[in-house]
């Protein structure tokens, strides 16, 4: 009957169009996914460099500094994002080590050290998004516990790495060396207990929802949001209990 034939063409050619737009936005989310990533890696990268300046570590010498907020930033996107934001850190220790230090590109600190820490924040990162998950917003004890314990940890290797290749250099003795890792692990450990929180609580949720499309990502309400580097450290040193 004509009808029906006339029904079923229709309906083939509906089928056939939807599985055409499915299949073009197969290939065209890819791509939006990876340009997403793309435009927050570049301005992690930015920030990282930026933050590197001696001026804002307080840096009286070459790997003597007060604090080095830069680590706090990439660790908070690895563990927020992906670890492969680790390149974050490997691009933004090299071009800073030339830019602002005058490092050779051939030295040690510029081609191995900062591979070296890279590939330990980013193995850190994968343990607390992987066998010990935590909530990035550090709502509960158990999530501030294993963030602290596991990046400062992770910090003791990144700064043998780090204080080897300064060595290595020449651009400190031996009798500079503890002294080196002392203010090199403390300048971490001060990034990743102050800015490393505040990004992951007040930060990566709009990044997720930004890399997820602006889809509703649940941001802790003003009420709820836990202290960001003052309460984290007490409770930590003195277990502060307020947090189940």
């Excluded at 999530?143 to 940890?153: H, P, R, T």
């Excluded at 929802?209 to 009420?223: K, S, T």
Aim: proline share 5%.
């Amino acid at each position: 009957m004509p009808g029906k034939d006339g029904l079923g063409m229709g309906s083939s050619a509906a089928v056939a169009a939807s599985r055409e737009i499915r299949r073009t936005d197969a290939s065209v989310l890819p791509r939006v996914e990876t340009y997403r990533h793309a435009v927050v890696g570049l301005g992690c990268f930015i920030a990282y460099v930026l933050l590197s300046r001696s001026d804002i570590l307080l840096e009286t010498n070459l790997g003597f500094t007060v604090w080095y907020p830069p680590i706090g930033l990439a660790f908070a996107a690895m563990l927020s994002v992906t670890p492969w934001y680790a390149t974050v850190i490997v691009l933004g220790d090299c071009v800073s080590a030339i830019l602002f230090y005058h490092q050779s590109p051939s030295s040690w600190s510029v081609l191995v050290s900062p591979v070296c820490i890279a590939l330990t924040y980013a193995a850190a990162a994968a343990l607390l998004r992987g066998p010990r998950r935590i909530d990035v917003r550090l709502c509960r004890r158990r999530d501030v516990m294993l963030y602290v314990g596991v990046a400062l940890s992770a910090s003791f290797l990144a700064t043998a790495f780090g204080v080897a290749g300064l060595w290595a250099d020449h651009t400190i003795t031996r009798v500079q060396f503890w002294g080196a890792a002392v203010r090199w692990y403390s300048g971490d450990a001060i990034a990743l207990l102050g800015v490393g929180p505040f990004f992951l609580i007040y930060v990566s949720p709009w990044i997720s929802r930004y890399l997820a499309g602006n889809a509703v990502d649940q941001i802790p309400e003003r009420g709820a949001r836990p202290a960001v580097s003052a309460q984290l450290v007490a409770h930590y040193l003195d277990g502060y209990a307020a947090w189940d």
